[in-house]
């Protein structure tokens, strides 16, 4: 049974750190991994989607890596900003019955102060 | 494109009252899923769609749940009779292909 952990479960730091947020994953058999943002009382967000054949992926601040052998994933965030602020949240697909299942971590929630 | 839209936001109701939550997925995508998000248990997958057709249910907690897609812009989740445990936040989501998924805004949904 596939199962996510993601360390650290909360994070404070000030404004202009750079970040790294860990995902680790039981099963290697995935299909892709896909980060998330969640802000309070609100929907997630999709940050990054890794194909299980890729390394990493970037967009803007942010670059997602992916080591399936070992059944991790990291979130770098460069020069944070309050802004950034939320729950990020790493979900890994398996390819089941003809769709992706995606088996959410607990999150890492995120605070950056001025 | 406005992306999933889920109605109504929040949802307070007594226990026992029937509840029906609400998804319009982004038109063009083939896949619609019911997702589940408590403190406790994080994010759970309840059922999903694949063309309007009910592929995997095996999340939904019990017979008090069941879900409809009568067509593809629309699904319904409904509970009845409702519990306070049903407390918690039901997400819609739609994905293209079944890989990339797009979340809803969620609906808060609290029984007294």
């Known amino acids: 049974k596939q199962e996510v952990t993601q360390i650290p479960a909360a994070l404070s730091v000030p404004e202009g750190e750079n970040l790294v947020l860990n995902c680790s994953f039981t099963d290697s058999a995935i299909y892709n991994l896909q980060w998330f943002r969640q802000d309070p009382g609100k929907g997630l967000t999709s940050l990054l989607l890794i194909q299980s054949s890729q390394r990493e992926q970037t967009s803007g601040r942010l670059n997602a890596s992916l080591d399936k052998s070992s059944g991790r994933s990291t979130l770098y965030i460069a020069a944070s900003q309050p802004g950034d602020s939320a729950t990020y949240l790493c979900?890994?697909?398996?390819?089941?019955?003809?769709?992706?299942?995606?088996?959410f971590g607990a999150g890492t929630r995120l605070a950056v102060h001025p | 494109d406005a992306g999933v839209i889920q109605s109504p936001r929040h949802e307070v109701t007594e226990m026992g009252q029937e509840v029906t939550l609400r998804c319009k997925p982004i038109?063009?995508?083939?896949?619609l899923f019911w997702y589940r998000q408590t403190m406790m248990r994080g994010l759970e997958l309840l059922i999903y769609?694949?063309?309007?057709?009910?592929?995997?249910d095996s999340g939904m907690p019990e017979d008090r749940f069941s879900a409809k897609m009568p067509n593809a812009s629309f699904s319904t989740l409904k509970i009845q009779p409702s519990e306070p445990r049903d407390s918690a936040v039901y997400f819609c989501?739609?994905?293209?292909?079944?890989?990339?998924?797009?979340f809803g805004p969620g609906t808060r949904l609290t029984v007294l």
């Open positions: 989501a739609s994905s293209p292909k079944g890989d990339e998924q797009f």
């Open positions: 038109s063009g995508h083939d896949y």
């Open positions: 979900a890994v697909s398996s390819w089941s019955g003809g769709y992706n299942k995606l088996i």
């Open positions: 769609f694949n063309n309007n057709v009910p592929i995997d």
